[in-house]
């Protein structure tokens, strides 16, 4: 007895693009159909003419395949099984009848192509490069073993002896290539990128930390994906305190994204340490860094702690102390072409010239070549004031800038005020050099009135009208006037020198000039 | 003020502040990555101080609500700042700076003590930003804002941020290297977080006397201060070493006798420091170049020959040194140093103002550095501060819709009346014996639980990894914390 269709004839009204399958197939979805319907022959007819449209033998037929799913045999009575097994025998039907395609299982490739819309060629290229991918994954795997048993000391049998696991250079530089060649294949076929350091067997034993980070936090910045990856192996390297080749290189890769990160100088540092590289190297480096980061403030601290470290172990050679102090100068002005004022810059230069006792004519000849480019670089004349009045030659260990030193040499004072009267004659409105001299007088306990005369000849007239007009031809004579008067005890000329600023010649200051004339009682 | 004043638009300015804070920072702030907090903080207070209580021309019933941060945001923000603090006291700079917990904490079992695996990781500036940032969204009258905070851990690591010399750096790395310049800015920074958390009061201070000692040094021969002695003065170190000097004071205990004791001791001489600062102000005249972003050319002074009586209004812009550009900060810098010294009335305000209003002011709210430049949230915060300072001067008139200002906390004067609250709750004696840092308590449990053997034995177990070259750190990773393995028999293997 054959089999009792339950179910009832109803035919599913199939969407007439899968009905009519063409006779040569142009897509792989096609052909998937077209398959489907080889291997159930009466599936066709079914779909088109319903079970009662059917012919009496197709019908058996067709049910009788439909009784060969997964399953559904089992739901017979056992005679029922029993039939349907014998007509199956006869009907030669195939028997590994395909299962109806599901239009959704070919997916999308990185364009958002369907898959199954690819020509039959275009699956086939698709094909070989999952398949490759595949294969060179399971390569990379072999190399990951191979390695770790290598650096186990594992064995393994080559004839009647064991022979250790090595992993070459060669090993090495092919799973290099193949790893690239594997990111490239994500990139074609997903438009996967892969991290660089992911690429690089070197890293593999490292765990990246990446940063974890509340929904909606503050400043929060869109990372690019190299620096979040760099940053997370990173952060795996200090917190291990690795110091190895790899490390160092690391470094650069994050100074060269965020400079200005705090920690990283003083890990590369102590990397530079452990691995006993050459202090001249990292100073070379660190130049290239310096030039293209002007403004960066972490690259003077490394500067300094590479010196410190590198200082004493030729302190013994003056020959070599004198070609880093010529080295470390020609770098400075190279970076003082680029910003003649940058703090930073000084400031090393002050500890430079401290350490390395700098204290020369040189110094003051290339002070005196920025000043004379530019009189109102008031940097320049800073670090003029530090190498004339700091020289421990001559002066008194932590004598305050502000108080007189009775160590420091006449000469040295007449010189010093020389110069400033000299740059305040070249431009007389600039205030620079009027600070350094007052300074300068104040360092020789010299009094203020020693530049009366001189003060003097930039106001004419001071309070005159008329015939007499008062002339000034510098607002800084007049104020360093006032002082003059005060310390000469003319009160009242000095606060009419102060009135007068007020009034005409430095009118922006009015209220300064107000306090200072209350200064004076 | 006359009527020809050019107004402050607050309404732009709020505009800026809120695209700053809801918005993501593109990628080429990855250079900023360090100072994500202070970032934060110009954002956060600046929304502050345009919606503070006295920013209003009528005091709002409800200040919370009156304000632009709202009770959500306060929240979060809070948790944000906390989520920066190293276990082992003091503050991150940014998420990228904390590490996982079982890479910033060990147990030293020689000196029983908890340390930084990662010292360096703190930073002074990040922690003086995450404080003030906690008093800024405190939701209540401060009194609860520090609650969270490693006080005393804190405290003892500012500490070790001191030099021999006291000065102070802003990161100690593991081997007690104290990282950074010899930098006016730390002495500020640590004179802050010293009066915040009350480090006298906790036991823990550090050297204030060889610190004003230091700050002493740094006043230049021409009345300036450097950034330490004898480099070149400049009016945001002297910023520092006043601002530093005036939290000294206002910490200290006998201020009611000896007011200004600190200030006195740590300039040699204030009126030249005046007249420094005073001269930082120059008559700001348009150069022809408009290149954006490029550094505007150094004015050369004026010819006095040629100086005439005629009332052209006067605009008044500020540089930091001598010979230097007109940078916006730069009016905040001087006015706040004259406004804590008590000169305030040394600059006139309305140039001053004009400046910043007419010349620094974007057209999208906040100013730029330069005149004519793109704003960026630094200038935009300080040259609201540098309004809300003049605007404080005995006299003037308020400035319309900014609050109250305090020049040395550079917050809004609530904001900093927060803090104080904050660090009072601190002072007031706890109710029970509990320390909030727990150290009590630790110490009890960790004899229950056998913790020295325990330690003694990881630290073979370290060693005999180390031998094997494996990482110690990524071994412990492996056990199951519920569940960990027999320490006994792993290190006996
Ligand atoms: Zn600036």
Redesign the pocket.
């Known amino acids: 007895m054959p089999p009792k269709n339950k179910g009832g004839g109803r035919a599913k009204a199939a969407e007439p693009a899968q009905q009519e399958p063409p006779k040569q197939p142009q897509t792989v979805r096609e052909l998937e159909w077209q398959r489907y319907y080889d291997t159930n022959p009466h599936q066709k007819a079914y779909e088109e003419l319903g079970l009662h449209g059917m012919t009496p033998a197709d019908r058996q037929a067709y049910l009788n395949q439909e009784y060969l799913k997964p399953g559904a045999a089992k739901t017979l009575s056992n005679k029922a099984q029993k039939e349907l097994w014998k007509q199956l025998n006869e009907s030669n039907l195939p028997l590994r009848s395909l299962p109806r395609p599901r239009d959704s299982h070919w997916g999308r490739d990185k364009n958002g192509r369907d898959i199954g819309d690819y020509t039959i060629e275009e699956y086939g290229a698709h094909e070989a490069k999952t398949t490759k991918l595949l294969n060179l994954f399971f390569q990379s795997q072999a190399f990951k073993s191979k390695r770790e048993k290598a650096s186990n000391g594992d064995g393994h049998l080559v004839g009647d002896t064991v022979q250790p696991f090595t992993c070459t250079e060669d090993d090495f530089e092919r799973e290099k290539v193949r790893r690239k060649e594997m990111a490239d294949l994500q990139q074609d076929l997903y438009s996967v990128k892969t991290d660089p350091y992911a690429l690089d067997p070197e890293w593999d034993d490292v765990v990246p930390i990446p940063q974890v980070e509340p929904e909606g936090a503050l400043a929060a910045i869109a990372y690019p994906d190299e620096y979040a990856e760099a940053m997370s192996y990173l952060r795996a390297v200090m917190a291990v305190k690795e110091h190895t080749p790899r490390c160092l290189r690391l470094t650069e890769r994050i100074i060269s994204l965020n400079p200005a990160h705090y920690t990283v100088w003083l890990y590369r540092f102590s990397i530079v340490k452990a691995l006993n590289i050459a202090i001249p190297d990292d100073i070379e480096w660190l130049n290239e860094v310096s030039l293209t980061y002007i403004k960066n403030y972490q690259i003077w601290n490394h500067r300094q702690l590479l010196l410190d470290h590198y200082y004493p172990t030729i302190v013994t050679s003056p020959s070599e102390v004198a070609a880093l102090g010529d080295s470390e100068r020609q770098f400075l002005e190279r970076m003082l072409e680029e910003d003649a004022k940058n703090y930073h810059v000084w400031s090393y230069r002050q500890y430079l010239v401290r350490k390395l006792g700098l204290w020369d004519e040189e110094e003051r000849q290339s002070i005196e070549a920025l000043l004379d480019e530019d009189v109102r670089n008031n940097s320049a004349w800073s670090h003029r004031f530090f190498v004339a009045f700091s020289d421990p030659a001559h002066a008194t260990p932590g004598s305050h800038a502000t108080e007189p030193d009775p160590r420091v040499p006449a000469g040295v004072v007449d010189r010093e005020v020389a110069y400033a009267q000299a740059k305040i004659l070249l431009a007389p409105q600039n205030q620079s050099p009027w600070n350094y001299l007052k300074g300068a007088l104040v360092k020789g306990g010299r009094k203020l009135g020693s530049v009366r005369e001189f003060s003097e000849q930039f106001v004419t007239n001071l309070g005159g009208v008329g015939d007499a007009e008062e002339e000034v031809r510098s607002s800084h004579a007049l104020d360093l006037l006032a002082d003059i008067y005060k310390e000469a005890g003319e009160k009242e000329k000095a606060d009419l020198a102060l009135r007068r600023l007020g009034e005409k010649w430095d009118r922006i200051r009015k209220g300064y000039w107000e306090y200072r004339r209350k200064m004076l009682e | 003020m006359t009527s020809e004043e050019p107004p402050l638009d607050t309404a732009r300015h709020i505009r800026y502040w809120q695209r700053c804070f809801r918005s993501l920072l593109p990628h080429h702030y990855v250079s900023n990555d360090s100072i994500r907090l202070t970032l934060g903080f110009f954002i956060v207070a600046a929304l502050d101080l345009l919606s503070s209580p006295s920013s209003y021309s009528e005091p709002p019933r409800d200040p919370l609500k009156a304000s632009l941060i709202t009770p959500d945001d306060r929240k979060r923000l809070r948790a944000w700042v906390l989520s920066l603090q190293h276990p082992q006291g003091g503050f991150c700079g940014s998420p990228h700076h904390v590490l996982p917990e079982q890479y910033a904490t060990k147990w030293d079992a020689i000196n029983k003590v908890e340390s930084a695996r990662d010292p360096a990781n703190a930073n002074i500036a990040a922690t003086y930003f995450a404080l003030l940032l906690l008093g800024i969204v405190a939701d209540d009258d401060g009194s609860s804002a520090f609650e969270g905070v490693h006080r005393i851990k804190t405290l003892r690591w500012l500490k070790k941020l001191q030099r021999d010399d006291g000065s102070f750096g802003e990161i100690i790395d593991e081997d007690g290297y104290v990282g950074g310049g010899r930098d006016m800015r730390y002495c500020y920074l640590a004179a802050t977080i010293r009066w915040a958390l009350g480090g006298p009061e906790a036991g823990e201070d550090f050297d204030v006397d060889a610190l004003v000692a230091h700050i002493r040094r740094g006043q230049t021969f021409d009345g300036g201060v450097a950034e330490s002695s004898m480099h070149e003065s400049h009016a945001g170190y002297a910023y520092c070493a006043v601002a530093a000097l005036s939290l000294l004071d206002l910490a200290n205990p006998n201020a009611a006798t000896q007011p200004n004791h600190y200030l006195h001791a740590g300039i040699p001489s204030v009126s030249s420091l005046v007249h420094f600062l005073a001269c930082r102000q120059f008559d700001y005249l348009d150069s022809s170049s408009d290149e954006e972003n490029a550094e505007p050319s150094t004015q050369p002074p004026p010819d006095l020959s040629t100086l005439t009586l005629s009332d052209t209004p006067i605009t008044a812009g500020f540089n ?1 040194r001598l010979n230097k550009a007109a ?4 009016t905040w810098w001087v006015c706040g140093t004259l406004t804590m010294l008590g000169e305030g009335r040394v600059v006139d305000r309305s140039p001053a103002r004009k400046f910043i209003l007419e010349k620094a002011q974007h057209i999208i709210g906040g100013f730029a ?1 330069h005149p004519g430049g793109p704003p960026d949230v ?2 935009a915060y ?1 040259g609201l501060a540098a309004l809300a300072t003049m605007a404080s001067e005995e006299g003037q008139d308020k400035e319309e819709g900014l609050g109250q200002f305090d020049p040395r906390l550079c917050i809004s004067r609530e904001a900093s009346e927060r803090v104080a609250k904050a660090r009072e709750t601190l002072l007031a004696p706890p109710e029970d014996e509990s320390d909030d840092d727990w150290g009590y308590d630790t110490e009890k449990v960790k004899q229950e639980i056998n913790w020295d053997e325990t330690q003694k034995l990881i630290a073979r177990l370290e060693a005999k990894w180390k031998a094997e070259g494996k990482i110690p750190v990524l071994e412990m990773d492996k056990w199951n914390p519920y569940d960990p393995p027999n320490l006994e028999e792993l290190a006996a293997e």
Do not use: N, Q, S
Not at chain 2, 327 to 330: A, E, L, M, Q
């Open positions: 930091g940078d916006t900060c730069y550095k630094y200038h300080l």
